[in-house]
């Protein structure tokens, strides 16, 4: 089973442009993790938000969550050709249920 | 963070056979470990959570039969693909939580397995 949508899909963008990609959710959560995955490799954890907190910074990256409207997004500022990837929210409970998951493509 | 290690990290087998999957948390004790499927250019998929010393739960529309999860030892998971076939060939990753922490902290995962039945 799945937890939701991520979108976009697939979002090409131009080198040191600020990549965004959202992600939404069906059921209640403890917290909420994203995860990036270079093409046929393993997951690295990037960064978790718990249900309480609403903004998380890490570096480069900034993630939001809005319960209410069961939503989180995600934002690369200052895109590198190493951001190239699939990124993946996913969400906590008993389980650990992914999203679609967005691929990222950073044009040189 | 803690370390989950999967082993092998790549398998080629032959249409029929069995392969066996093994994930280990080198530092904690995984109570609970769950076993995802990834197909090219999608998503992970959970196919079953194990807690130690239970039964694996499977989520709907996996094969416990074909697809059998070990879980003896607080530091040991195992998946066994039984009678492999080609369209059993995926990326299979599992991940660790230790007691207590399923729901609250970040999960670790093993680096995963290619498998390719021939």
């Known amino acids: 089973s799945q937890q939701g949508e991520e979108d976009p899909q697939a979002l090409s963008i131009q080198e040191g442009e600020n990549a965004t990609m959202n992600c939404s959710y069906k059921?209640?959560?403890?917290?909420l993790q994203w995860y990036r995955q270079n093409s046929g490799r393993g997951l690295v954890h990037l960064i978790l938000?718990?249900?309480?907190?609403r903004e998380k910074h890490s570096g480069r990256l900034r993630v939001t969550l809005d319960t209410s409207k069961k939503s989180s997004s995600l934002l690369i500022t200052a895109s590198r050709a190493a951001d190239t990837a699939s990124y993946f929210c996913a969400t906590r409970d008993d389980k650990i249920i992914f999203g679609k998951g967005t691929r990222l493509h950073i044009l040189p | 963070g803690a370390v989950v290690s999967q082993h092998p990290s790549w398998v080629i087998c032959k249409s029929g056979t069995s392969v066996k999957i093994e994930c280990r948390s080198l530092d904690f004790q995984a109570t609970t470990m769950f076993w995802y499927r990834q197909f090219p250019k999608q998503s992970l998929m959970l196919m079953a959570t194990?807690?130690?010393?239970?039964?694996?739960?499977?989520e709907q529309g996996v094969e416990k039969d074909k697809f059998l999860i070990n879980h003896a030892s607080l530091t040991l998971s195992t998946l066994t693909v039984t009678s492999a076939h080609p369209e059993d060939s995926s990326f299979y990753i599992c991940s660790a939580a230790g007691q207590g922490a399923v729901r609250t902290t970040e999960a670790f995962f093993g680096q995963g397995t290619r498998l390719t039945v021939v």
């Open positions: 059921t209640s959560i403890n917290n």
């Open positions: 938000i718990r249900s309480n907190e």
């Open positions: 194990s807690n130690e010393g239970s039964k694996a739960t499977y």
